[in-house]
């Protein structure tokens, strides 16, 4: 690495950008004085979100771990018990199962959306209750923002009566055949942290159709406080709200939502443009496809490297290709299954989910990101595979992929 690569500034993998509107929000909750846990900009980001997802109620919440917290306690998940969890997910999917006591059995995932398969997960209901023990909920993740099959995995759970906790943390905007990813479970969990497509800078939502489990979850995360006029708790409480500090600058973010959505989503056509390009070099890159009728926010883009189609190049050279540029870049989750802190919890899969991790890099993916910076990161990419490339004709029409061009391109849904 020279020194004069390492000067230019880091290109992140998806970092928060404000839309403008925020601080004017920041500045009501301060002139209000409403420097608290609760407040009109709580209120009014949860009013935000209700309508963006157009069907439940929401309570947000100091992070969309706690949200999943939440979600199993109001499910009565008790210690000894198991939950069905993805495999291929961030750590915080499965942590809360651990919080109380119960123990995750892990799915693997299915080669077209990369998220929970609904075959093994059929297995893994029938093998649990085969051995006396029914799973009390499911945790599908909408990775990466693709919306998993939704419609296979609540036709299995309702067969078996096991409630579903929709993991959307990284799927605000994504829908399946118009409906927005968080309203299809039992309930469903948001995140606001830093790195997602909209950021409070921490911070997560729980959706539910139910309004009853909504208000319980409001009392149980403000410390289970009973109506008295002393403080009078039958119920161990949370600490879970979130401040009405952060809740403005989630209402700034709500006014650009959209944009973000068709940002990430043209930083993802950029990369299949540049890949096309390497096809004439024998290279054969995939992408996540989006099924019929299945819209990703496209949070992250990523790639599955396979190095047998690839002349041996493999993910973890592109990785360092790019970070010797100063570019961040990152593996696939690697599966909770394979996890040090997991070994020993059940798996019911056949590996789907490890080839995932093994072949696939988290591109950059912010919706920050200029024509300057994919020159970069398409430099970059371009020493990972090809030493000498004249006369590169790399497309660059970021530009044209304006808001409304997406909103053309996705007209039939
Ligand atoms: C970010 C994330 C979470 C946790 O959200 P936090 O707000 O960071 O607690 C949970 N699940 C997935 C899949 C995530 O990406």
Redo the contacts with the bound molecule.
Sequence with gaps: MSTRENNQSRIWLSSPHMGGTELAFVNDAFESNWIAPLGPQVDGFEADLQQYLGTGDVAVVC????A?HLALILLGVQPGDEVLCQSL??S??ANPVVYLGATPVFVDSERETFNMCPQFLEEALTDRIRHGKKPRAIIP?H?YGMPARMDDILEIAGRFDVPVIE?A??ALGSEIRGKKCGTFGHMGIL???GN?IITTS???ALVSGSRELIQKARFLASQARDDAPHYQHSQTGYNYRMSNVLAAIGRGQMQVLNERIAARRSNYICYKDYFETLTAFGFQVEFQPEPEGWFSNRWITIIQMDPQKNKGITAERVRLALEGQNIESRPVWKPMHLQPVYSGAPFYGSGISTKLFENGVCLPSGSNLTKDDFKRIFKALDSAFIKNRSGNKTMLHREDWTHDKWRDEKSDI
């Excluded at 992070?63 to 706690?66: H, R």
Aim: charged share 15%; no cysteine.
């Design positions: 992070t969309g771990t706690a999943i997910t961030f915080a999917s993740v990775l993991d943390a990284e995140s606001f942290n997602k921490g911070g997560g």
